[in-house]
């Protein structure tokens, strides 16, 4: 069943236009470490050079903003993970 | 108890001081801050008056929670008839002055006639006196303050002042208080300065009673952990508001080089990174636990070693996006500039903007500019431009009226490349990707604008199901609402629904950085339902609370029209539909608005006012408002 990644519209060029993503992982951190095996040029627009993930960038689980715990937050089989990005547009 | 400060009426000709309480019945239609300014604007300015004339009002207010236990209630707001538009002049600042204003005894100051020679207010602990401002004149925002303290001997005393912007009647002046809280927007000072009137200093020490406190504290330590849990909060206590204008930039949703290009190219020294390096602390305002203001030291030039704070994201587009320069130092020493003469500075890097493209151009000419290049690029030039228009030199005494009126003096195409709406111009961000932002800019009732209608968060890619139940309350929404930002369905009621979350808490005194702006988790209309009563004793449901925005946005919308408004002012200039962006990731590029799809959007938008085809509030709205008879003249 594995979980699903939307992907936010200006990452898409990354992800040959795909809008959703599918792979495991049972925390957060894993399941972008398998969006980036396969797509690795999206780990620019994710990730600081810390490891962690860009100031403006968070992830919502199921509807739920993942912060504070964000890559170590939990998932599990069937959960929708969505990448959300605070460009705010200012 | 916190409804117990009074409205004070000064007339400067005359020097007749009146104080009233403020009828609790009152309270219940407007609240405070912006919404009673705006009741009392629309019934104290006569139609069709000169702004910078005796007969036009200065409004200033402190929000109905100001100074109470609710976080972040610091904002102070001002209006009045707009010296740069002609319509609504409104304008709202954090700090600390909307606080010690509350402790002085009052809410609302109601400021008419003219000054015969310089003056400022002494609000002090119920009372208020005209005092000669023969010390300050000519003097800066930041010298204005110290030399009054010094003067009434407290240095607790806040300072809400104009500089020597204000003075010459620049039509995008600003009022300040403290460093950098800055009432930037329509021109409220140059209203000030043609008054005769430099500053208004409060000090007070009457304690506003809380109704409920042990409830007030207790929920107010879940609004600081619903704050300070969200990462945008963290993010901007880390970075502050440049932090936005980065990950804009890194889309290509900023607007540069006028609105020639959406994207400002190896920016690596202004990136926001780079700005914290140069940073020497953060600061917060009256009650906040997010802390976004930047404290530096200018490092080089001829302003190294010169404090200030900031910049804000708005201060990134002025001196870096819109006139092309890439120095983090241009952009402290613009942001140093306008904050001691008391500049807008998205007006001001605007006009320096399109007066660029003029001269690229060949429509002003290296006469018009007294000798200096004014390029894009041209650092220098920039802040030479800065210093002309708050002196009204040379080309900076014609920009310095403002887009509309500059344009009509330079003449030739030079309207061509205004980027404008209701003679304001826009701010530092292009919206050409983003028919929601669009439309927020095109139809914000003060004119072009971030702080009154954007539906931030749009950009954000949040689950429709976040969207939902932000947007399906307190008024039930069952449309179309979309992750996506290239949508135009369902755009025009978020862009409603910003307008009520804004007006709200511009009524509360409270900070929009407290509430869904720019984190989807943050407070909104459920809380403040809540912290209102803990605070005050006033028990307002959350669609109480929306019907309350609603009817000071209608008061606005009918101040304009009086003022000459049509549906034509509700649009933006030809450049968002013609010409396509060119810079940016892949699926912002090639973007223009869509003219047909755009006016749908706006037809939609005003159903969901309950306003006609041409905009104007429908007798049934303006009923089911209580608003049908105004100017009621109650107050």
């Keep these: 069943m594995g979980i699903s990644i939307n992907i936010h519209p200006s990452l898409r060029h990354l992800t040959n236009e795909q809008e959703v993503v599918q792979t495991s992982g049972s925390t957060v951190g894993q399941c972008l470490e398998q969006l980036v095996a396969q797509f690795p040029d999206i780990k620019e627009g994710l990730f600081a050079k810390d490891g962690k993930l860009l100031d403006y960038v968070t992830v919502y689980v199921n509807g739920e903003s993942a912060y504070p715990e964000e890559l170590a937050k939990s998932v599990h089989d069937g959960d929708e993970l969505y990448i959300v990005m605070m460009i705010a547009g200012g | ?635």
């Design chain 2, 1 to 635: 108890m916190a409804l117990n400060r009074q409205i004070a009426y000064i007339d400067l000709t005359t020097g007749d001081v009146k104080m009233k309480p403020i009828p609790i019945e009152i309270r219940k239609l407007f609240l405070g801050g912006r919404g009673l300014d705006m009741y009392l604007m629309y019934n104290h300015i006569e139609p069709g008056i000169d702004p910078l004339g005796p007969d036009n009002v200065v409004f200033v207010s402190a929000g109905i929670l100001g100074g109470t236990l609710a976080s972040a209630s610091s904002r102070t707001h001002i209006g009045g008839k707009s010296p740069l538009t002609g319509f609504i002049g409104s304008a709202n600042m954090g700090g600390f002055f909307a606080p010690e204003l509350r402790w002085a005894g009052f809410d609302h100051i109601v400021i008419k006639g003219r000054a015969e020679k310089p003056s400022y207010l002494w609000i002090n602990n119920g009372e208020i006196a005209i005092r000669d401002a023969g010390s300050i004149w000519g003097q800066t925002v930041h010298d204005t303050q110290q030399i009054i303290r010094e003067e009434l001997g407290d240095r607790d005393i806040k300072v809400l002042t104009i500089g020597l912007a204000g003075e010459k009647l620049v039509r995008f002046a600003n009022v300040m208080t403290g460093m950098k809280d800055a009432g930037g927007r329509s021109g409220m000072g140059a209203l000030l300065g043609s008054k005769n009137l430099k500053a208004i200093a409060v000090r007070g020490t009457m304690d506003i009673k809380i109704e409920h406190p042990e409830e007030a504290l207790e929920y107010n330590r879940k609004i600081i952990s619903q704050i300070t849990s969200a990462k945008v909060s963290q993010t901007q206590g880390k970075l502050g508001t440049p932090f936005i204008w980065g990950a804009t930039n890194t889309q290509g949703l900023i607007r540069v080089r006028n609105f020639q290009l959406n994207q400002l190219e190896n920016a690596d020294e202004v990136e926001p990174e780079a700005l914290e390096e140069l940073a020497t602390g953060m600061a917060g305002c009256f009650g906040c636990q997010v802390h976004c203001r930047s404290k530096y030291i200018i490092p080089e030039g001829p302003y190294a070693g010169v404090y200030d704070e900031g910049p804000e994201y708005t201060s990134q587009g002025a001196f870096a996006g819109e006139p092309g320069c890439r120095s983090a130092n241009t952009i402290l020493v613009g942001n140093h500039l306008v904050n001691i003469y008391g500049l807008d500075n998205l007006e001001t890097g605007s006009m320096i903007a399109w007066a660029m493209e003029l001269y690229e151009k060949g429509i002003l000419t290296i006469k018009d500019t007294d000798g200096l290049e004014l390029r894009f690029g041209n650092d220098e030039a920039l802040i030479e431009m800065v210093h002309r228009i708050a002196k009204r030199q040379g080309l900076g005494d014609i920009l310095a009226e403002g887009p509309l009126r500059a344009a009509e003096k330079i003449g030739k195409d030079s309207i061509k490349y205004l980027i404008h709406v209701k003679g304001m111009s826009n701010l530092h961000s292009d919206e050409r990707a983003t028919p929601a932002l669009a439309l927020g800019i095109a139809t914000g009732s003060r004119g072009a604008d971030h702080l009154r209608s954007r539906p931030a968060i749009d950009l954000y890619h949040l689950p429709e199901s976040v969207l939902r139940s932000i947007y399906s309350q307190p008024v039930p929404y069952d449309g179309p609402l979309s992750s996506d930002y290239h949508d135009y369905e369902g755009k025009p009621w978020q862009v409603r629904w910003q307008e009520m979350c804004y007006e709200a808490v511009d009524c509360l005194g409270i900070c929009k950085y407290h509430t869904v702006f720019l984190g989807a988790t943050l407070p909104s209309f459920e809380e403040w339902s809540e912290l209102l009563y803990y605070n005050t004793g006033l028990e307002l449901s959350p669609l109480d609370i929306w019907n309350v925005a609603d009817r000071a946005y209608n008061i606005e919308r009918l101040f304009n029209i009086r003022e000459g408004m049509t549906r034509e002012h509700d649009w933006l200039v030809d450049r968002y539909f013609d010409e396509p962006t060119k810079l940016g990731i892949p699926n912002i590029q090639g973007r223009t608005i869509d003219r047909d799809k755009f006016k749908r959007m706006i037809d939609e938008y005003y159903q969901h006012h309950g306003w006609d085809e041409n905009g104007v509030p429908r007798p049934e709205t303006l009923q089911k408002l209580g608003i049908e008879n105004e100017p009621s003249h109650m107050l």
